[in-house]
């Protein structure tokens, strides 16, 4: 199973889609970059790689990422604190593993406080001595389909009742309901045809269309 996370699923720009970040952005996050004269890591990766194919690991580390896009994230205490749990956990994705959030959160909060990030950040609190997943933190687990430690689904719709699923064995990793491509199903919807029809057609069910054009409408109006 752990040969999914090493899986090249996406382009760089079908990447960036899909998370609903900008293509340079993400790249900065795979690759690294100079800026103002210096030099800095990648993020995600533990080194560049000089390409713009993205494995799945990748993509789900950037799912977290995206979640702090707009929030002035620390991006050289973020590159510390995934470098800390790398380490920690012997792996070059932590957070495409499920341990650090479920077994392993003493070891995640250590990697916070070693790492200077800021509260708001963080994934793991403690609470009367007991390391608990933030709100963050919960919500990207429960983003995350899991097949015991291993990261095997992700949705990228931010509402928890969707059910959008991006599956890298499902569709060539486009988001889906049920096997069924969210992107055909908009495009019968807009070539015309009732919800009902759509819903018969691919046996699914009216809310599953609904659900579909809504992920697909939302990602046409933030593009």
């Given amino acids: ?5 090493d899986r090249e699923m996406y382009s760089e720009a079908m990447a960036a889609r899909l998370l609903a970040v ?3 952005t993400l790249h900065y996050w795979l690759e690294g970059g100079t800026r103002r004269g210096v030099a800095y890591k990648p993020i995600i990766r533990p080194e560049p790689r000089g390409q713009r194919v ?6 789900v580390e950037a799912g977290w990422l995206s979640e702090y896009r707009n929030r002035n994230v620390p991006m050289a205490e973020l590159r510390k604190f995934i470098d800390e749990l790398r380490e920690q956990f012997g792996v070059p994705y932590p957070l495409a593993d499920r341990r650090p959030l479920v077994s392993g959160r003493s070891l995640v909060y250590d990697a916070q406080t070693s790492a200077q990030l800021g509260a ?7 609470i009367n001595g007991q390391a608990m997943l933030t709100l963050p933190g919960e919500a990207f687990i429960q983003r995350v389909e899991w097949d015991g430690d291993v990261a095997v689904a992700y949705r990228p719709d931010p509402n928890p009742r969707s ?9 060539f990793g486009k988001p889906a309901i049920k096997g069924i491509s969210t992107e055909v199903i908009w ?4 070539a015309g045809e009732d919800v009902e029809s759509i819903a018969d057609d691919y046996r ?3 809310a599953d269309v609904r659900w579909a054009l809504s992920y697909e409408n939302a990602q046409r109006a933030a593009a």
């Avoid at 495009?187 to 807009?190: F, T, V």
Wanted: proline letters at 8%; zero cysteines; a negative charge.
């Fill in 1 to 5: 199973m752990a040969s999914v996370l």
């Fill in 54 to 59: 993205v494995t799945w690991a990748e993509f």
């Fill in 204 to 206: 699914l069910e009216v």
């Fill in 22 to 24: 900008p293509q340079s």
């Fill in 187 to 190: 495009e019968h919807d807009d």
């Fill in 120 to 126: 708001e950040f963080y994934l793991v609190s403690v």
């Fill in 163 to 171: 059910p959008v699923r991006i599956d890298p064995d499902v569709r």
